[in-house]
């Protein structure tokens, strides 16, 4: 474990730091959160704002105390690892919790109706009911839309629609239903899965009342002036083409004229929106209840926002690199066997890809509340200036330095050959861009080493 890595992130999804043990409580609940979502890293004896490196007084007592805590008020029981970590001289208390095979955790104390606890950002919240079971089933690799839902007869799938849709792809016949899982056999009939109703359902509303995609254009940056609106709530590959059809009616377009040909180009990532809208649709979690899916287009970016959070323990550093898992098996094999899939683990690469085309930035992720948002800006990305060589010289020195802890102001100083008040001024504004980041006691430390910056995994 590289305490130097880690105290250059920021605390969030799976990275907490706490000055000390005097609010147990706290703690457990962040130990808890780590292992129903997708783990982390809870290290102690860091000031939480400031990251300045306290160390604990007394160590191997409040290791012990610590393990007993777990033990004694976790239930299922979570079997971390917990280390003693030096650093410079201090001893640090870090606990690994893993993403556990066995949620839903709780705390004892709460039980498991009030006890359970998920990590959203920073943040530890308190899962409702359908989360708790989505992490049943996430545990159990289990899909809630291949689920039966013997209430309603085959009948209430809208088989004309289905049929038309693959019409060209696949032969169509009395099978397919099943073959596709749309249908599956309970208790010894067939009835729809939730998948099925999802998709192809007539009575969806009646049984998912948040099934839809709400799509709105307002005027500024905020939602106080709206300018049009759609509510769309028809079959969900259908779907699909309505809300990016909604977007590129919001889109303006200009033209480029080649050798031969027009090129017409558009002020919004059209590519990326529309994978975008794929992954918001596939991806949603639709035990949820309370609100739909969401587009919003503002005047500086597009908001694509779905219930769930991120499944299967991912993060989204791990989306970023590819990683991908898929909530909705059901709702997956249909877009995929409809062409509307075009690659799995790829969605996030394509889509800033499609921004960068374009000269806009790569789109933001976060988890909010109990949903996921994708947030594409429209301002277009400022040319960045090039390093001076002084900035060039004074960042590969820090580059060296990285495995030994950074590199002082000191030591820059005299090694690049300019005085201490000018390489602080220097180091400030490359601290400022992201470039490096500063390690110490506090921000005043004047021993305070500098390490280049790596992106979070968040």
Known sequence: MKIEELLMRPEGKTLEFKRDMSSPKNILKTLTAFANTAGGVLLIGIEDNSKAVLGLDNPLDEEERLCNLIADSIEPRVVPGVELVNWKGRTLLAVEVYPSAMRPHWLKSRGIESGVLVRVGSTNRQADRPLTAEMRRSALNLSYDEEPMPDINPEALDFRVASGLFAGLRDWNENSLETLRLVIRHQGRLVPTVGGILLFGT??????????????????????????????????????????????????????????RRKDVWSVPLEAVREALTNAIVHADYSQTGAPIRVAIFDNRIEIENPGLLTGGLTIGDVREGVSKLRNRVIGRIFKELNLIEQWGSGFQRMAASCRAIDLPEPSMEEVAFRFRITFSLNRVAVQPQADDIEQRIMALIRENGAGGGASTQYLSQTVGISSRAMRDRLARMTKTGLIVAVGRSAYDPHKRYLPAKESKA
Do not use: M
């Not at 509510?231 to 909604?246: G, K, M, Q, S, V």
């Open 203 to 260: 009575v969806r509303e009646r049984y998912f009342q948040d099934a839809w995609i709400q799509c709105g254009r307002f005027g500024g940056t905020d939602k106080a002036n709206i300018l049009d609106q759609l509510e769309i709530r028809t079959h969900l590959p259908i779907a699909l083409n309505d809300a990016f059809e909604f977007v590129k009616k919001h889109a303006s377009r200009s033209a480029e004229f080649g050798e031969l």
